[in-house]
């Protein structure tokens, strides 16, 4: 069975830093496009960036632009999401998605979510 | 970004009944080169991540009951609940991947 296991949500104050992570197993890690997609309390599902399978093509959405980076270490079957300059806006809690394979025309879809990582923004 | 609009924001059926919740697409998400509709639907329950239930807008996903059905092409979408079960209360997101950045309807709440 597919697994997406998130880690390092936390209380974080405004213009502060914090990198998140997602273990991935029960599939081949290194074929799949990558997603963070977060939803802040009470509201709806936004889409935050995306990674190719070799880390060749990375995609934000613009509202997070210059201050993420995603990340992956295939070797560990894990995904990064690195936050900095973080306000109160970024409050949501973080799932990382599994993408349509590498290749294929569905790389946007999200077959497979994680049980999310909470980020609170706050002084 | 191609805007994806729900409708209604909420509904409530009672057991049994059929549900329909609609999705609208601000330009279209049919790709002609395969004639396929880039469009899911995912049911998010209460503390719980979403679950993909429909993708290529009519396809059920692996072990989605088949009261669930989707329908639609280019840039009308819709999804059926054909008898509520309790189970199925939850928010219901339609989903574009036909481009990037990939977008999400807002949500239609279905109640009991």
């Known amino acids: 069975d597919v697994q997406l296991v998130e880690s390092g949500g936390g209380s974080v104050q405004p213009g502060g830093s914090l990198r998140l992570s997602c273990v991935a197993s029960g599939f081949t890690f290194n074929t799949y496009w990558m997603h963070w997609v977060r939803q802040a309390p009470g509201k709806g599902l936004v889409w935050v960036s995306r990674i190719h399978r070799d880390g060749s093509t990375t995609d934000y959405a613009d509202s997070v632009k210059g201050r993420f980076t995603i990340s992956r270490d295939n070797a560990k079957n894990t995904l990064f999401l690195q936050m900095n300059s973080l306000t109160a806006d970024d409050t949501a809690v973080y799932y990382c998605?599994?993408?349509?394979?590498?290749?294929?025309?569905?790389?946007?879809?999200?077959?497979?979510w994680g049980q999310g990582t909470l980020l609170t923004v706050s002084s | 970004d191609i805007v994806m609009t729900q409708s209604p924001d909420s509904l409530t059926v009672s057991l049994g009944e059929r549900a329909t919740i609609n999705c609208k697409s601000s330009?279209?998400?049919?790709?002609?080169?395969?004639?396929?509709?880039?469009l899911s639907w995912y049911q998010q329950k209460p503390g719980q991540p979403p679950k993909m239930l429909i993708y290529?807008?009519?396809t059920r996903y692996s072990g989605v009951p088949d009261r669930f059905s989707g329908s639609g092409s280019g840039t009308d979408f819709t999804l059926t609940i054909s008898s509520l079960q309790a189970e199925d209360v939850a928010v219901y997101y339609c989903q574009q991947y036909y481009n990037t950045p990939p977008t999400f309807g807002q949500g239609t709440k279905v109640e009991i």
């Open positions: 290529w807008a009519s």
């Open positions: 998605a599994r993408g349509g394979l590498s290749g294929s025309t569905n790389s946007n879809w999200f077959d497979s």
């Open positions: 330009q279209t998400v049919l790709y002609s080169s395969n004639n396929r509709n880039y």
